[in-house]
């Protein structure tokens, strides 16, 4: 069980270091490595079909490894100690939290739009989110303006929906928003993604439904 009053309370982190961001993002070069070898390919090729098809396939290719490309086998290994031991009944998955107001800063935060990563657990009771540097928990009553948000321009708009909401009784806070981290392909990454505010959302609407009546 947790507090029916929602808390959030911040640290400085340890494993969402500069260090960390920058590597996150050399994943994403990985992906471009292909699409540059395809192009260099076909670039002593005769003008035919296959010079349009094989630049094509390539970045289809990479587009849909576009999890990967985030980095995101290297956030599961290095978020793993923060992995909570919940009951059978919790729903766990790898996220990051983006808040907003933003709770970091200057060439990190363009860098990277994620303000912490870790994991979010649906209880009984409420959400719990224990990361590297926030923790948030807050009862499902206290849940408002629940919705989904395309992933936007920086995941392409093809990235999994991101779940979005508020707290009440938080009210230096503003709204907060999970997106998976746990895919290495896009179909993983919108099917982890809808499954977090299916299960969010059922549960919210549970306790509406309880109070009504």
């Given at each position: ?24 993002c ?13 192009i ?16 094509l ?14 980095g995101?086998?290297?956030v ?6 923060l ?14 939290l983006t ?7 200057g ?38 303006e629940?919705?989904l ?12 929906p991101?779940t ?16 998976e981290?746990s ?12 499954q977090?505010?299916?299960?969010l ?13």
């Amino acid at each position: 069980m947790i507090s029916a009053t929602p808390e959030l309370r911040t640290k400085t982190p340890t494993l969402l270091t500069a260090w960390a961001v920058i590597t996150m993002c050399l994943w994403g070069l990985l992906l471009m490595v292909p699409v540059i070898a395809s192009i260099l390919i076909v670039s002593v090729l005769r003008l035919s079909v296959l010079t349009f098809l094989v630049p094509l396939v390539t970045i289809s290719v990479a587009t849909f490894f576009l999890p990967f490309g985030f980095g995101n086998s290297y956030v599961g290994r290095l978020v793993r100690p923060l992995r909570p031991q919940q009951g059978p009944l919790a729903a766990v998955f790898l996220v990051q939290l983006t808040c907003l107001p933003r709770t970091r800063s200057g060439l990190l935060a363009l860098l990277e739009d994620a303000d912490d990563i870790g994991f979010l657990s649906l209880t009984d009771s409420g959400l719990v989110f224990d990361g590297d540097s926030i923790r948030l928990t807050a009862p499902y009553d206290r849940i408002k303006e629940l919705e989904l948000q395309n992933s936007g321009w920086r995941a392409l708009f093809f990235y999994g929906p991101r779940t979005a909401f508020s707290v009440s009784g938080l009210p230096d806070a503003g709204r907060f928003t999970f997106a998976e981290r746990s895919s290495w392909h896009l179909p993983g990454s919108r099917k982890n993604a809808r499954q977090l505010y299916r299960q969010l959302s059922q549960r919210v609407r549970g306790v509406s439904n309880s109070e009504a009546s």
